[in-house]
């Protein structure tokens, strides 16, 4: 038989993780590690790896086949483009400190969409060969420009027979044409929720009465409409990080279940922010014990929440196509599926490339409305899209699952080509899918509770993640 190549990796249990290049994976012992180095495996070794199609006798019988199948299927496809993100504005109502947008002042001119603006950009949705279509609104605020949010909207309905529409809002102000606009059953909130009040007046509004402001039009929108409709995401400190505990209650209080737990970001104003040292480090242990408390709470309430994304890593390791998060996407291709239009109409091929374009970190934009995508430009920044060929991924137990950011190493080292366990993605990723495989062959109850609910199954079963001795 011949054994597909298998890289490992340590567990805090003594153990070694095994994963082949299609994602398949196993634990064992150092014993197995060392019979495999050797090539000297026991029947009971190559009984295993057979029947967890871990090997093939020859090119092209069924197992070899299959494992070519898994590995096709790991791979992200491009597919056509159906998800804009809009920015009609760069004015903001608000001033928070670790702001990574690079806003500017509410009463600040020449930050909003022209009248060619909003055609240019009518005509480039006009054009998406599409059955549906994803609008995300961003901005700044972008609720100050709620004609230009009709204006697209009503295009986009007339022209795609499926669209869906999310406002990235601080929910500051809310007047009676911003509430109808948000009624719509195609339309839905994101918006920032730092955890207990305290931590929001301190993080976000740096004022009591601008603070009750946001938790009245919270409520309002909570009692309004169904669970769903609104989602929220924690920006966190690690300097100054909230009660976990206290954060997760007030999210369920306004019945949002998933938090995405984030860290500030390397981007616009949020750069000038000093978070001391080892800050990837003290991030890591953060979400670690986030993810642990989590468990333990849903056992105690029967009520379960997650943490986003460490659902998505998750979800990568066990399922195909489970690649909707682009940091987790390999290859991940620009401007294939989606692109973000600014507020001069400039085209990016990321939200975080033109926070670093703003604050004239280097140009990354791709073209604008007028002259269409470059897709010379496009292609460069795709030939470091994917790892693939990464001299330290091809090592990596992990790199099945993993993907890569091009732009977060241009934002915090100016260049893509540092070594990558070097890279700020690197040393965040390998952290997330040591405790997703942590907590794949935990054997209790509670943690048993929370993978089901996480991953939408009945039940989880201990030998959905095998052992070899």
Known sequence: MNVWPLKFRDMPDGSVLFCDDAGGFFRSSHGFLDRYAADSLTTVDESFLREGN???DREFDLPWTSFAYRWARRQARPTRMNYVILVPTLRCNLACGYCQVSRVAQTARGF??????????????????????????????????????????????????????????????????????LDADDTFISTSLDGDRATHERQRTHNSAVNDVFFRNL?????????????????????????????????????IRSVYLRPMNHQGFARKIQQGDN???????????????????????????????????????????????VDIRNPNFFAS?????????RFYPTDEARMLSRIGHIDLSIGDIGTGIDRAKVDLLNSAAFNHFDPDCVHCAFQPFCGTDVIDDISRYGRIDVPRPDTWFCGRHLSLFDKVFEVLYRNDEPTRAS??????????????ASTHQ
């Open 54 to 56: 871990h090997g093939f």
């Open 337 to 345: 599926d989606y692109v973000v239009i600014d507020h001069d109409g």
């Open 279 to 325: 800050v990837l480090a003290r991030w890591n242990r953060l979400h670690s014990e986030f993810i642990d408390l989590l468990i333990a709470r849903n056992h105690r309430t029967g009520r379960f929440m997650e943490e986003y994304y460490f659902s998505q890593c998750l979800k990568r390791v066990l399922r195909f196509d489970a690649d909707n998060h």
């Open 112 to 181: 909003d969409w022209s009248v060619e603006t909003l055609d240019g950009v009518l005509s480039f949705l006009g054009r998406l060969d599409s059955p549906d279509v994803k609008i995300e609104f961003q901005g700044g605020e972008p609720l100050l420009r709620i004609d230009l949010l009709e204006a697209v909207r009503d295009f986009c309905r007339g022209r795609f027979p499926q669209s869906r529409f999310v406002v990235c809002t601080n929910l500051q102000a809310l007047d009676e044409r911003a509430w109808a606009f």
């Open 451 to 464: 993978l089901a609910a996480w991953l939408g199954l009945g039940r989880w079963d201990d030998s959905m």
């Open 219 to 255: 409520e309002a929108a909570v009692s309004r409409y169904p669970e769903g409709k609104i989602s929220a995401l924690p920006t966190v400190d690690v300097a100054n990080p909230p009660d976990f505990n206290a954060l997760l209650d007030n999210y369920e209080r306004y019945r």
